[in-house]
């Protein structure tokens, strides 16, 4: 079996690094099955796409669609304009796509046009917000893909729900944590540790990337103004996304403890978030890791796609107004935040498990 597998955004990277691993042991124990690594080529900034393959040691793909930046529209349309091309060139028995970014979307679609059958990996997940693209993303997939592979009970039940039948889905747990669990050893001191002078549980994490939260310059102003006053005087370090950088840049804000550095490479980023005192984030894959590994986390979100992050785990829905943010900051900074627990089968196995069923499948026949 040769499984075509797609990565195109930074998300996307964590999550197909534990896969090939799980594909490369199951080949060398003599089972047929192998993969071509496809990158789409939707995040090609360096500090977004390759340092993140290096630190994964994730290895060089087979092909790089370099798709590049544009509108959704347009992204998503360069991506099965190029996807399109390498299948009839490298026909696959299987194309597994992972999350739910534009390149999810865009070589789903393509492969089933192909008549290709396809697998997703992080199936089920919903928000409920369809001004998100990735709720729009994952909804169309989820509508065309053969193998479900989920993360949550959660999610087993939202796939139940839209009519796919159990024999299809498979709950294998996460491999964001298969990722995080593999690399704990690995997690590297970066060099602005010493240059703020950093001390473990004595600064904050932020991230910001979300529309709602970025795009309107007033907003962010105010944003960044409530977590500057309710953190202080801990230090905030907020590793800044370009598109963030672009606002940031027409703002004259530049809070006294908020630190803004460029975006930082898996190792260095994780090694920051398990010695904080908590996170602030508007991103889902981090509040997964903050779950496992017990630290506090704030989500500046009206909705997650991962609600055990919150029922189980130690991450709390707070909204997007400003005013939300002091109460729950001054939680985090008194020490005085819920203690959490990690879902099942977050335990660092899922891509063994997805592996498992992909040989003990049919596609192939």
């Not at 797609?6 to 099955?33: L, Q, V, Y």
């Not at 006053?229 to 606002?247: D, G, K, L, M």
């Not at 506090?296 to 796609?305: A, F, M, Y």
Request: charged share 25%; aromatic share 6%; with cysteine.
């Amino acid at each position: 079996m040769l499984i075509t597998l797609i990565a195109g955004a930074r998300p996307n990277f964590m999550k197909i690094a534990p896969i090939i691993r799980a594909i490369e042991a199951a080949r060398s124990e003599g089972h047929d099955i192998n993969y071509r690594l496809v990158h789409t080529g939707q995040h090609y900034d360096t500090n977004l796409s390759k340092t993140f393959f290096d630190d994964l040691d994730i290895p060089e793909p087979h092909i790089n669609l370099e798709a590049g930046s544009g509108s959704q529209a347009v992204q998503t349309a360069a991506i099965m304009v190029a996807f399109e091309k390498e299948l009839i060139n490298n026909p696959a028995d299987l194309v597994m796509v992972v999350g739910d970014v534009n390149s999810t979307l865009a070589c789903s679609i393509t492969a089933k046009k192909l008549c290709i059958p396809v697998a997703h990996v992080e199936a089920g997940i919903r928000s409920g917000d369809m001004t998100m693209p990735e709720e729009i993303n994952r909804i169309v997939t989820d509508s065309l893909a053969d193998l479900f592979f989920t993360t949550s009970i959660t999610a087993n039940e939202n796939l139940r729900k839209s009519g796919i039948p159990d024999e299809r889905i498979h709950f294998a747990g996460n491999v964001m944590i298969d990722t995080l669990l593999f690399n704990l050893d690995r997690l590297r001191e970066p060099a602005l540790w010493n240059e703020l002078g950093l001390e473990e549980k004595n600064y904050l994490m932020l991230t910001l990337h979300r529309p709602a939260n970025v795009d309107d310059p007033s907003n962010l102003k105010k944003l960044l103004g409530e977590i500057s006053r309710s953190s202080a005087p801990y230090p905030v370090i907020f590793p800044v996304h370009p598109r963030t950088q672009e606002i940031l840049n027409g703002l004259d804000l530049k809070p006294e403890n908020i630190h803004y550095v460029p975006p930082m490479g898996y190792l260095e980023f994780n090694y920051l978030v398990k010695k904080a005192r908590g996170v602030i984030t508007d991103s889902g894959g981090i509040t997964e890791e903050t779950t496992v590994l017990g630290v506090p986390c704030i989500t500046l979100r009206d909705s997650t796609e991962r609600p055990e992050t919150c029922t189980i785990g130690t991450n709390e829905l707070i909204g997007t107004e400003p005013s939300a943010i002091a109460p729950w900051l001054k939680k985090m900074v008194e020490g005085n935040w819920k203690k959490g627990a990690t879902p099942e089968k977050w335990d660092g196995k899922a891509a063994e498990r997805i592996v498992k069923v992909l040989i003990n499948s049919h596609l192939k026949e």
